[in-house]
C-alpha cells in the first residue's frame, strides 16, 4: 500500500500529523544487517555475535531499571493520539536494538547451518551421481542462452527444491531438508519442466555439483540426467493447483495480444515473465522499469483500494471501497482484506517484493481491524523485521533491499519534495508523481549500480509516463484473471483492452532504451555504489539551489537533454566519434567480432555480429547505421552469430549471407531461427562471389570452389572477403582463419595483392600463417579482443610478427572500437577513446 503514501489516496487525517514513529527502524536494519552477515559467517563467528549481543542487551536493560518509587507514570495520550513514553531512554531502545540483532543473527545461523548440514555438500564436492527425493518450492525459471568462448551454451529451466532423502553412490539413504537448485537444459517450448507447480514431488537422479559460491543459499547444484520429463512422485496441493490454474488461464487469455503486450500482462499482474523476450527485458533494464515485472505493493494497493477506498480514510465513518457498501464491518473489511492479501501472495509467488507488500498490507489491515491509528513507517519496519527472521535469506536479496527501500523513499522523502515543489507552484498531482519517481530513483540507483554497473538517464521520465498506464493495465489483468476460469471469451475480452495501456508502458521502455544516452557505465560494485550515493546527495543540494537561478537551471536541463539524445554532430564534436568519413570500423564487442563497412547514407554491410546484442546494437546506432543491406556471418561460432539479434534490432536489413559449413549446429539453426523471426532471408555466400553496394565491391576468396575444398573446421570455413572501397581502399577479413585455412587460402590464391588494412584473424591468436601476413604486408592490422580474456588474445608473438612487416596494430580491448578513415596517404585511425599515438 505504500504507493499512496505520498499521494491523496494516503493523505493522512490532519489531526495525525507530526514526526514519523521511527522506533522499529533501529530494531528492523539491525535484524536486517546481522541476519546478512550471519549468512556467510562460520557458525563460531556467529554464534560469539549472538553471545555478546545477547550481554550487551541484559547490561543495558539491568542499568537503566529505576527504583519503585522513581518509575514514571503510566503510559498517556496526546490530542494528538501520539504516546509518550516517559522513562524509557536510550538505553531500553539500545538493548531492544541488540536483542533484534541476535534474533536476526540466530535465525540466519540456524539458516545457513541447515544448508550445509547432511551429506549433500560433500556428495557435491565429490561430483557424485545420486537419487534425490525433492519438492519444488518455486516456478520453474527459464535461463538464457549464454556464449562461453565460441560456444553458445543453451538455456533451460533452473528449479529451486527442496531435497528430503538423498541415496548415495552406495546405496545409503538419508532423510534432509536442504535447499537444492535443479538446472535442466532446454527441451523445447512444450518443455514439461516448465509446468511444474510449487509443492510437486520429484524423484531425480543426476550429478551434483557445488554453487557458484560458498555462502550461496543452496547447498548444492543437480544436473539430472537424460532428455525426458521429470518423474513426478506427488501432485501440487489444491491451493497450488488452483493458483496454477488462474496463472494458465491468464496466459490463454493473452494469446491473441501483440508480442509485448502477450509478454507483459502476465508479468505486470502476477509476475509471470516466462514470456517476456530478452530485448524486452533490457529495455526494461535501461529505464529502471523492471519494478514493474516484479509484483509489488503498488499491485496490492490497486486491489486493497477497491476493498477498502482511499487508506487516509479506512478507519473514518465515509470510508470509501466495496466494503461499506457491501454492509461489511471493519473488522470484517480487515478479515477480508488478510484473504485477499494472502491469495495474492499465493497466486503472485512470494517473491521479495511481493512479501514486503503483503506483510506492510496485513500490518495495515490489522490496525483497521483493531481500530487503532494506521501508521504506514512503522508498519515497513514491522515488516521487515518480521520478513527477516521468517526467511533470513531476504537479507541478501537485492530485489528485497531495493523493494524496502523504494518503499521507504515513498513514505519519508517523496511527501517532502512534493511539499516542496506544490511551494514553488507546481501542480499537486504533477508534483506527487514526479517526486515519488525522483525519491524512489534516487535511493534505488546506488543499489542498482552495484550489480548492473550502469546509471539509467531516463529513468525517471520513463516511470512517469509508463505510470499513466499501470492502474487500468493492472485492474483490467487482474479481472481476466478472475474471469479466466469460468468465461474465457470475457477474458479474453479484458485481455485485450489491457493490452492498450500495456502496449504503452512498452512503448515507453523501448522508445527510452533506443535514446542513445539513455544508460551511462558506472562502476559496479558497492564502491561504485556508495560513489554513486554521495554523487546523487550533492546533486540534490545543487538541485535545491536551483529555482534561485531559473537561467542555471535551464542550462542544466538543456546539458542532460543533450546528454541522453547525444545528436551525431555534436557528440561528434565533442568525443571525435564516430569520424564523419569513417569508411570501416571495428566494433567494440567484447571477445567477438563484428565489424562494419560503410555503404552510404545511414547504410552498412555488417560482418558477424559478437557475442552479445548490446555492443552490436550500439556500436551501430553510434555509427548511425538504420539499414544493413547485407549482413555476412563468417562462421557459425557464438562469439561471431549471438550478437545477431542486436544487430536485427530496428534496423531493415537485406540478407543474412553465412558460410556453406553448418557447424556448430545449434548456432546454426539459431541464426536461421532468428532471421526467419525478423523476416530477412538467408543466403550463402558463394566461392568466387563478387557484390557493390554503397561504393564498396567485394569479393568471397574463402572458402574456395572445388571438390573437398570445403573445410571441416568451422573456423576455417569463415567466409573471408576481400574488399575495396572508396579511394581505392583494399581490405582483407579473415574472419577466424587457421593455419590449415590460411594455407589453403594461399594455394588457392597464390598472389594475393598487399593491402591497406588486414582483420587478423583468430583475435589475433598465436596461431597464424606467417608467409600470409608476409604477403598481405598490412598497414594497418586490427585485433578484437575482449579485455582479459581467458585465452591471452592477441598472441604477442602474433603482435609482433605484425609489427615487423611494417603494420600498426590496434586492438579493442586497449583502444575500444577503432574506425579507418581515408585512404592512400590520408589513411587514419580514429578510436571511440581517441586518437591513437
Not at 488 to 500: F, I, N, Q, R, S
Request: proline content about 9%; glycine content about 10%.
Amino acid at each position: 500500500m505504500h504507493a499512496d503514501a505520498a499521494g491523496r489516496l494516503g493523505a493522512s487525517d490532519p489531526r495525525e500529523d507530526g514526526p514519523a514513529d521511527l522506533r522499529l527502524v533501529p530494531p528492523a536494519v539491525a535484524a536486517w544487517a546481522a541476519a546478512a552477515l550471519a549468512l556467510g559467517a562460520p557458525g563460531g563467528w556467529t554464534a560469539a555475535g549472538v553471545a555478546a549481543c545477547l550481554l550487551g542487551a541484559a547490561v543495558l536493560l539491568l542499568g537503566s531499571r529505576e527504583p519503585v518509587a522513581h518509575r514514571p507514570p503510566p503510559l498517556r495520550r496526546r490530542r494528538t493520539g501520539r504516546l509518550r513514553f516517559p522513562g524509557v531512554g536510550t538505553g531500553t531502545a539500545a538493548a531492544a536494538v541488540l536483542l533484534c540483532a541476535a534474533a536476526g543473527a540466530t535465525t540466519a545461523g540456524l539458516h545457513a547451518a541447515e544448508a550445509r548440514r547432511g551429506p549433500l555438500p560433500e556428495l557435491a564436492r565429490q561430483r557424485a551421481h545420486v537419487t534425490v527425493d525433492v519438492t519444488v518450492e518455486a516456478d520453474p525459471r527459464p535461463t538464457g542462452p549464454k556464449v562461453t568462448g565460441h560456444r553458445m551454451v543453451p538455456g533451460g529451466t533452473a528449479l529451486d527444491v527442496t531435497a528430503v532423502r538423498v541415496t548415495a553412490p552406495g546405496g545409503a539413504v538419508t532423510e534432509v531438508r536442504t535447499p537444492l537448485l535443479v538446472l535442466v537444459s532446454a527441451r523445447g517450448p512444450a518443455d514439461p519442466w516448465r509446468r511444474l507447480l510449487p509443492s510437486t514431488r520429484l524423484r531425480l537422479s543426476g550429478t551434483l555439483v557445488p554453487p557458484m559460491r560458498p555462502d550461496d543459499r543452496f547447498a548444492a547444484v543437480l544436473r539430472p540426467y537424460g532428455s525426458g520429463p521429470p518423474r513426478v512422485t506427488g501432485p501440487p496441493t489444491a491451493v497450488q493447483r488452483i493458483a496454477g490454474g488462474l496463472r494458465a488461464g491468464l496466459r490463454e487469455a493473452t494469446e491473441g495480444l501483440p508480442p509485448d503486450a502477450r509478454a507483459l500482462l502476465p508479468g505486470l499482474v502476477v509476475g509471470d515473465t516466462s514470456r517476456v523476450t530478452a530485448d524486452l527485458q533490457a529495455a526494461f533494464e535501461a529505464t529502471d522499469l523492471t519494478h514493474l515485472l516484479a509484483v509489488s505493493g503498488s499491485n496490492l494497493t490497486i486491489v486493497l483500494v477497491l476493498l477498502i477506498g482511499p487508506p487516509g480514510r479506512a478507519l473514518r465513518a465515509e470510508r470509501g471501497g466495496l466494503a461499506p457498501r457491501l454492509g461489511i464491518t471493519l473488522r470484517g473489511t480487515a478479515l477480508t482484506g488478510g484473504a485477499l492479501t494472502l491469495a495474492f501472495v499465493v497466486v503472485c509467488r512470494p517473491e521479495p517484493s511481493v512479501l514486503r507488500a503483503a506483510a506492510c498490507g496485513l500490518v495495515t489491515l490489522l490496525a483497521i481491524g483493531t481500530g487503532r491509528r494506521r501508521s504506514l513507517l512503522p508498519a515497513l519496519a514491522a515488516a521487515v523485521l518480521l520478513l527477516v527472521l521468517y526467511d533470513p535469506r531476504l537479507a541478501r536479496s537485492y530485489g528485497f533491499l531495493l523493494s524496502v527501500l523504494a518503499t521507504g523513499s515513498l513514505l519519508t522523502v517523496a511527501p517532502r519534495w512534493s511539499a516542496a515543489m506544490g511551494r514553488r507552484g507546481v501542480p499537486p498531482r504533477l508534483a506527487e508523481a514526479l517526486a515519488a519517481a525522483a525519491a524512489a530513483q534516487a535511493v534505488c540507483a546506488p543499489v542498482v549500480a552495484v550489480f548492473a554497473a550502469r546509471v539509467s538517464l531516463v529513468a525517471i521520465p520513463c516511470n512517469l509516463v509508463a505510470e499513466l498506464a499501470v492502474a487500468p493495465a493492472t485492474v483490467l489483468g487482474f479481472a481476466a484473471l478472475a474471469t479466466a476460469p469460468v468465461a474465457m471469451p470475457a477474458a479474453a475480452l479484458l485481455a485485450h483492452v489491457a493490452g492498450w495501456p500495456v502496449g504503452w508502458i512498452a512503448s515507453v521502455a523501448r522508445t527510452g532504451a533506443a535514446l542513445p544516452g539513455a544508460t551511462v557505465d558506472w562502476p559496479g560494485g558497492w564502491r561504485g555504489g556508495l560513489l554513486l550515493a554521495v554523487v546523487t546527495g550533492v546533486l540534490m543540494l545543487f538541485v535545491r539551489r536551483l529555482p534561485r537561478y531559473p537561467l542555471a537551471g535551464a542550462l542544466c536541463a538543456l546539458m542532460l537533454l543533450l546528454v541522453v539524445l547525444r545528436p551525431a554532430s555534436l557528440t561528434r564534436v565533442v568525443t571525435g566519434w564516430p569520424p564523419p568519413d569513417w569508411t570501416y570500423v571495428m566494433c567494440d564487442v567484447g571477445q567477438g567480432d563484428a565489424t562494419v563497412l560503410a555503404a552510404g547514407e545511414g547504410a552498412a554491410v555488417v560482418i558477424d555480429t559478437g557475442p552479445d546484442p548490446e555492443p552490436a546494437d550500439r556500436c551501430l546506432r553510434e555509427l548511425g547505421v538504420t539499414r544493413v543491406p547485407l549482413l555476412v556471418i563468417t562462421h557459425f561460432h557464438a562469439d561471431h552469430v549471438a550478437g545477431l539479434p542486436g544487430v536485427l534490432r530496428g534496423r531493415r536489413v537485406g540478407a543474412v549471407q553465412t558460410t556453406t559449413l553448418e557447424e556448430p549446429a545449434g548456432q546454426a539453426e539459431f541464426v536461421r531461427r532468428v532471421a526467419a523471426e525478423a523476416g530477412v532471408p538467408v543466403v550463402r555466400a558463394a566461392p568466387g562471389e563478387r557484390r557493390r553496394t554503397g561504393g564498396i565491391a567485394w569479393e568471397v576468396i574463402w572458402p574456395a570452389a572445388g571438390p573437398g575444398a570445403l573445410p571441416e573446421e568451422p573456423n576455417d570455413a569463415s567466409v573471408t572477403l576481400h574488399v575495396r572501397a572508396a579511394g581505392g581502399l583494399s581490405l582483407l577479413l579473415l574472419g577466424d582463419l587457421e593455419p590449415p585455412g590460411q594455407q589453403a587460402l594461399m594455394r588457392s590464391r597464390p598472389v594475393l595483392p598487399r593491402v591497406d588494412v588486414l582483420k587478423v584473424a583468430h583475435h589475433g591468436s598465436a596461431y597464424q600463417h606467417p608467409a600470409l601476413l608476409a604477403a598481405v604486408r598490412p598497414r594497418i592490422a586490427l585485433v578484437s579482443c575482449g579485455r582479459d580474456n581467458p585465452y591471452g588474445h592477441p598472441s604477442p608473438r602474433t603482435v609482433a610478427l605484425l609489427r615487423t612487416t611494417g603494420a600498426m596494430v590496434l586492438r579493442t580491448d586497449r583502444h575500444g572500437s577503432v574506425a579507418v578513415t581515408g585512404a592512400g596517404r590520408r589513411l587514419g585511425v580514429t578510436t571511440s577513446g581517441g586518437r591513437p599515438p
